[in-house]
């Protein structure tokens, strides 16, 4: 068996305009749950459960504010880049 | 999310047992304040309970948020955001768990656990500085209450504690807590079971308060503090009612408190003036049930059958089928002999419940009524073909509300012979002479009137928007709420306007606005020459009876006198002092 256990981190910097709102957690957290990883939000040293609206909120990232992303497990790569291109498009904002 | 605004509002039909109508606060009588619930628990096996209660109490709020989500998503997909992250915060692991430690290491309740965790999340987010994120405790607050809502369904019966001046929700009233009920605390009742014996009516009866029985759900679809309104007439109940209806049943409410007996029993005696002028008399109604009440009241037809209440809150849009029994219910109703249906009234907003979009309209002027009709062809042609359907079982006739121009009223003509032709190809009756009339209460629908009377069978003018389109105020804003003038010399002449032009070209014109059941004016209108008048039911007897005891010759003397005034205070004071001096029994209202 070759389970390979991945942990990545990578720094994001939110360029939407309403920065880290209900909205865009919802979206985070939904694209966390559908991978095995184990996934936490990092800002001042603050550590959100990428699994908890309510921890992500609390981090209270405005617009251009940066944050650092941890996936930890096998599928750490393929949720990361969807976090990347999720972030990248503004969530869809504009 | 603002609280206020998700609420919806709810229609429930059961018996009314006490008459009268009155609205309110509810205070739900069976779903005691849990969240004060503050217990200490002995037993592991206690507190494995509440564990399991809280559970169960999240997943039931779940389905319930689910509904909402659905029925939301039914509309136009756009997508329900506060119940995304409301459904989001139930499953949310760091509340569960939270919770849960609360229930275990402090071994209290499942409620005061909940609130432990409300604290503390209140606290985090009171410390953040983004103030939208900081609002979004309100997310958290409202989920909580939904979850004390379950957790208190199964634990609590009965509190003794009732504040001032409510509406008393219940499942029902037993004696023992009709004895604690002090008359001058409660405005109404609603009950989910009860007959017109039942111990709730007689008691609403003796202490003469409106009360409506046998409405089935009320405790479930009201909430401590929604507006209800009870009527006890009708037995329709309405849970936060929009203001618009708030507002119509204002005016139901003052038209029933000043209605005496004797009025009534001479209610079915018709509009005939002394000088023998005869004028119809319609009721403005929203459901069949109002009927009985109507012809009670004198009605010889239904001069408006609103049909908003058939689309609102449904969980989907009706179907043909539901139209068209709402439909033959009106037109063949006891004792009626025409029923004008009005097609769908509002925007789209209303049926979709979506707040946000409500909120960035101005829902007087925006895609509504017709308008909204002539681009959701298929809604509009779903009602059109029940109404024709309809109009085989009675006298029906069709009224098309918001018309501006008379392009609408040809696009619609239009509509209305398509149907007609798939009606014909399919073999389904419907009356060849079913009349079709327009509202006119835009201001260019007035001064095109003579091109609109062409095109139709009959006006009728509404002069709730009539009068805010022509004043230009919004009827909701109360700081703009003096300019609302019936009186106004302009809008007098507007009806002059359409009444004659109307009659130029044959066809007859209702009134079926608000001023059509004040008695101040009821001289006037019959002086304009309105060939009907149509009002909430209750309204009908007293200007009936002004009618009767009146000649149109002075109605007309008196339309005169008042045209020469260039104020609306001139007019208003000469038409009270007037009213007030020739009919003194019938008019002391007017003096609010």
Redesign the interface.
Known sequence: MCVRLMKLEKVFTLKNE??????VA?ML?NVGSRYSSAISFEKDGMVA?G?????I??L?C?KGSSFIIKAEGDDAGAVMEEFDRLIESKFGED | MDKEKIKTTVILRGIGVSPGIVSGRAYVLDRCDVQALHIKMESDEALSKETERFQQALADSEMQLRGIKDRLEDGEGIGP?FI??QI??LR????VESTVNYIRENRINAEWALNLTISK?RD??SR???S??KG?IK??EDVAQLVFRYLSDERCERVADIPEKVILVARDLSPADTVQIKSDKILGFATDVGSKTSHTAIVARAIEIPATVGLETITREVMTDDIVIVDGTSGVVIVNPDPEILKRYEEKKRHYLVLEENLLREAHLPAVTKDNHRIGIGANIEFSDEIASAVLHGANGIGLFRTEFIYINKERLPTEEEHFMHYTQVVRGDGIKWATIRTFDLGGDKFISDPRLSDEMNPAMGLRAVRYCLREVELFKVQIRAILRASVYGNTGILIPMISGVQEIKTVKKIISEVQDNLRAEGIPFNEKTKLGIMIEVPSAVVIAEYLAREVDFFSIGTNDLIQYTLAIDRVNERVDYLYQPCHPAVLRLIQHVVNAGHQAGIKVAICGEMAGDPLYTLVLEGLGLDSLSMTPLAIPRVKKIMRESTLKESKELVAKVMTFTEPQEIEQHLRTYMVQRFPELCPLTNE
């Open positions: 309403l920065g880290l709102h209900a909205r919802a957290v459960d699994s908890s609206i309510l921890d909120l609390t209270a405005p | 955001l995304n992250v989001m915060i949310d692991r760091k509340f999340y985090i987010f953040i500085d983004d939208y994120i979004r997310d958290i």
